[in-house]
């Protein structure tokens, strides 16, 4: 018993005495939860407008809260652990409910099974992740890539056929079940792949780049204010057609690795 309230007391003192750095991306991670369980009941509802918004929203508050956490050196366990479950909700859950009832909900037996195949991909991506970070460091060539499409991106990937719909509804076939069937599929598919994909985390601009990424976001932004489907679309076309040139990059960068480095292999 004397135990207990011990580590009772302990307990106590480490809540008490937790650093606010070590709290606010943890804030964050809960908007982006907040964010996707919200894009569920405006699924629901079908507002398929707010509902997308709110998905799109949680990628934002999800990109934010890495950025903030190692501003901040506020890296922690539990926040590791908060983020894959709100990953998990906003970006495997609510795109797959929002699929459901958009477009699978009329397909006799096999709409829901669709659904579930995404939810259970992201589940299973984000429980590799997880155990990755505790396995060896990865050879240099892995620096600027992802193992498989990273959550946020798959769930933009599933909402292709709405953001298309948005911009030119008279593309009906988006709404097939054919066609949202077989994305959800492909999506699913690389998420729990070991295919590479581009990493900006470690991404270095030089001077002479930072002018043309600055023109570059000033041009993105004016037209996601002007054009918002049409830009998240193009957007999420670049990045799917970026997919397999990040292979090529890859196998490039890792037989040059092998050859430099031939005992490490």
């Given at each position: ?68 956490a190692r ?42 099974f669709f ?151």
């Open positions: 018993m004397k135990k207990i309230n011990k580590q009772l007391r302990i307990s106590k003192q480490k809540l008490k005495a937790l650093p606010f750095r070590k709290i606010a991306p943890n804030i964050v991670t809960m908007l982006a939860l907040c964010s996707g369980v919200t894009s569920i009941r405006y699924s629901i509802q079908e507002d398929w407008t707010k509902a997308v918004i709110c998905i799109f929203l949680a990628a934002l508050f999800d990109w934010f809260d890495g950025r903030v501003f901040l050196q506020g890296s922690t366990k539990f926040g590791a652990e908060l983020d894959s479950l709100s990953d998990f909700v906003s970006f495997g859950v609510a795109p797959a409910i929002l699929l459901y009832q958009w477009s699978l909900y009329d397909l006799p037996k096999y709409g829901w659904c579930l195949l995404m939810a259970i991909g992201m589940s299973m991506r984000l429980a590799r992740f997880n155990t990755m970070l505790d396995d060896e460091p990865q050879p240099e060539y892995w620096t600027h890539f992802f193992v498989g499409v990273p959550a946020p991106a798959a769930a933009a990937l599933a909402l292709m056929p709405l953001l298309i719909s948005f911009d030119t509804p008279e593309l009906t076939f988006v709404r097939s079940h054919a066609f949202c069937g077989t994305l959800l599929c492909v999506v699913s598919f690389l998420m729990v792949s070991r295919i590479p994909t581009f990493s900006t985390k470690h991404l270095r601009v030089t001077k002479e780049g930072l002018f043309l990424l600055m023109i570059a976001i000033a041009l993105f932004v004016s037209s996601l204010i002007t054009q918002p489907w049409f830009t998240l679309g193009f957007a999420t076309f670049l990045y799917a057609l970026s997919i397999p040139y990040g292979i090529v990059v890859f196998l490039r960068e890792r037989k040059k690795y092998r050859e430099e480095n031939p005992e490490e292999e």
